[in-house]
């Protein structure tokens, strides 16, 4: 797509119901489309958006062989209930090979750096398979996210980034999850609103950022994947 192309299908999707806007690109895109899935609750209502359309969307989570154990039995749980497969994406090293390279507990040392070996260089060779791909990010998210569209250019990874749910707050995923009785994380009704590595993944109190429970006492909320890049999409 060129850059007036994506403005143009971010204009006409700012108001089109998430099931919509997945349709959208499943017509544009597909077999050329992924949706990379965190197991987050967002993500698990997105995954019921493609499987109760039946669309030919791919499935992938970021295994760094670091997630909760209940993220684990909801992949699985997941994968039975929609007759669906999450493809695993695990990064080149496991973790003790890591540690034999890089040190133990990288995460603890150099968050950003354990984020780019087991996360976003996994991401990156992934993406390069695809035309675009779906998220499940919300702007009310981050203040990184506020500004997210409904369907941009991705300049980290050259490809087209779709948002069903950037228009979406807490309260209607979660309404929406209830009605259609999506499987998520019981972590997210232990205080945990977001969900990553078991080593930089903390409950979240009351009054606190919902991201304040990532990476806690560092100066980081994101590890990367969905910060923007502003390059052009090619013409």
């Known amino acids: 797509m060129t850059s007036e192309a994506i403005k143009e ?4 999707l700012e108001t089109a119901s998430a099931a ?10 597909a077999p050329r489309l992924t949706f990379a ?9 997105v995954t019921d958006l493609i499987a109760r359309a039946k669309l030919p969307v791919d499935l992938f989570t970021l295994d760094t062989e670091l997630l909760f154990p209940e ?22 090293r496991t973790v003790a090979e890591q540690a034999s390279a890089e040190g133990p507990a990288l995460w603890t040392r150099e968050p950003d750096r354990c984020c780019d ?14 035309d675009a791909w779906i998220t499940a990010i919300r702007r009310d998210q981050t203040p990184e996210r506020a500004n997210a569209p409904v369907v941009g250019w991705d300049g980290r990874f050259g490809l087209v980034k779709i948002n069903p749910l950037v228009r979406w707050t807490s309260d209607q995923v979660r309404a ?11 972590l997210h009704d232990r205080n945990y609103p977001s969900i990553g ?3 930089c993944t903390s409950p979240v109190m009351p009054g606190e950022d919902s991201r304040s429970g990532r990476w806690r006492g560092q100066e980081k ?4 994947l969905h910060l923007r890049i502003p390059v052009r999409a090619e013409s």
């Open 176 to 186: 929406y999850v209830a009605e259609h009785e999506v499987p998520y994380n019981p």
């Open 20 to 29: 919509d806007i997945v349709r959208w690109a499943a017509d544009r895109f």
């Open 221 to 224: 909320t994101e590890c990367g």
């Open 117 to 130: 070996l087991r996360k976003m260089r996994p991401l990156g060779a992934t993406l390069a398979n695809y």
């Open 37 to 45: 899935t965190s197991l987050g609750i967002e993500d698990c209502l």
């Open 9 to 12: 299908a971010a204009r006409d």
């Open 197 to 199: 590595c078991m080593p």
């Open 71 to 92: 993220t684990y039995a909801l992949w699985k749980r997941i994968e039975e209930k929609y007759g669906v497969t999450i493809k695993a994406v695990k990064p080149a």
